[in-house]
């Protein structure tokens, strides 16, 4: 008796499943495995990288849905982001409990984000990225100077969240707390891309005419592209505010969307997984610059501070840079290649 070699689909819904196989659900479950006890052995510091790159892949997953998917370029993101943000720290000063405070500040974002979204009806390319450029920057004056209720430049205090009497107060909370939703973020925009509204975003972005010649309604599928990559983005907006405990205008500046719209390109554009990519590549290169400046300063004597921000400036140019020359599609492909050439290693075909 021969065993089959490869996988075998007799559905259309088994070929579609995000885990076809025990082996990809048996690494994914180690991976899992390793994500929660990997912060128990680690310092405060590292813990602290964690949070921060759980956020930034919603963020990044979120732009991903909207950019990489659906096609529609969005220079505002951040803006979308500081939306979220302050809908939370507005809430929690009023005592509203946290689990209604996070679907809140996702809802009132995807409202901010399909009334900017309008202009997509008629724009594309870069004039629709100049119109969301514009979004950007009145949510930024909004933030700065509606003062009673953003706090201007004073900024917003919050509380650590509170689920159910559990106070997360502590790095180690923090990080399962935004692992979790993070979690979610992604199998829920991994989903959509298996649905009908997802495979019309890609009609969207693929061809607008041909899409709507079949029947997708550009409408329709534009302001519900830009409703759930908001929603999205305020959610992580909201744990941004509660992680960090004070928010401030110039945390969600025009550097912010244009960071988000980078871990898109690195990562891989219209690839869920990409964009994970594209989040923790950017995350942790700071981090590596931090490292290197300090090794050259202990080396070479004096203080690496003064030129630690050209430096990171420069860096994250040159990345991007290599990046969209030597490998436009980004670090997903590289996966995929990699995945194809292991598959059937040491055989040549």
């Known amino acids: 008796m021969q065993d089959k070699c490869g996988l075998f689909f007799c559905s259309y819904r088994a070929e579609s499943a995000l885990f076809p196989s025990g082996f990809q659900r048996a690494c994914l479950a180690a991976f899992l495995l390793a994500l929660v006890i990997i912060p128990l052995g680690i310092n405060s510091y590292y813990v602290s990288i964690l949070c921060l790159m759980n956020i930034a892949v919603i963020g990044a997953v979120s732009l991903n849905l909207l950019t990489g998917l659906c096609g529609q370029i969005s220079l505002g993101h951040g803006a979308f982001f500081g939306v979220g943000a302050y809908t939370a720290g507005i809430l929690a000063a009023k005592g509203v409990p946290f689990l209604l405070v996070l679907p809140a500040s996702g809802a009132v974002a995807a409202m901010a984000g399909m009334a900017f979204g309008l ?6 390319g ?5 119109a969301s450029l514009a979004a950007q920057l009145i949510l930024e004056y909004v933030f700065l100077h509606w003062e009673s209720m953003t706090g201007g430049s004073n900024g917003l205090m919050l509380m650590a969240p509170e689920i159910f009497g559990l106070k997360f107060d ?9 692992l979790g939703v993070a979690a979610l973020t992604v199998l829920a925009v991994s989903n959509i891309t298996r649905t009908r509204p997802g495979r019309a975003f890609v009609a969207i972005r693929d061809h607008y005419l041909s899409a ?3 029947g997708v309604n550009l409408f329709a599928g534009k302001l519900q592209a830009f409703g759930l990559s908001s929603f ?6 909201c744990l941004w505010a509660h992680y960090t405990n004070f928010i401030t205008p110039e945390q969600f500046n025009i550097g912010l969307s244009i960071n988000y719209l980078a871990m898109i390109i690195i990562g891989g554009l219209g690839s869920v997984l990409g964009a994970i990519f594209g989040a923790v590549f950017l995350t942790v290169l700071p981090e590596a610059l931090n490292a290197v400046a300090a090794l050259a300063g202990q080396m070479l004597g004096g203080d690496p501070t003064a030129s630690l921000a050209a430096l990171k400036g420069g860096v994250f140019g040159l990345v991007l840079t290599l990046f969209l020359i030597f490998e436009p599609d980004g670090l997903a492909q590289r996966w995929r290649m990699a995945k194809a050439y292991w598959k059937l290693y040491p055989f040549a075909h």
Do not use: C, H, N, Q
């Open 119 to 124: 202009p997509s009806l008629r724009l594309k």
């Open 126 to 130: 870069i004039y629709l990225a100049i």
């Open 170 to 178: 502590s790095d180690i909370k923090m990080f399962y707390l935004t």
């Open 212 to 214: 709507e010649i079949v």
């Open 232 to 237: 999205l983005a305020g959610v992580g907006g």
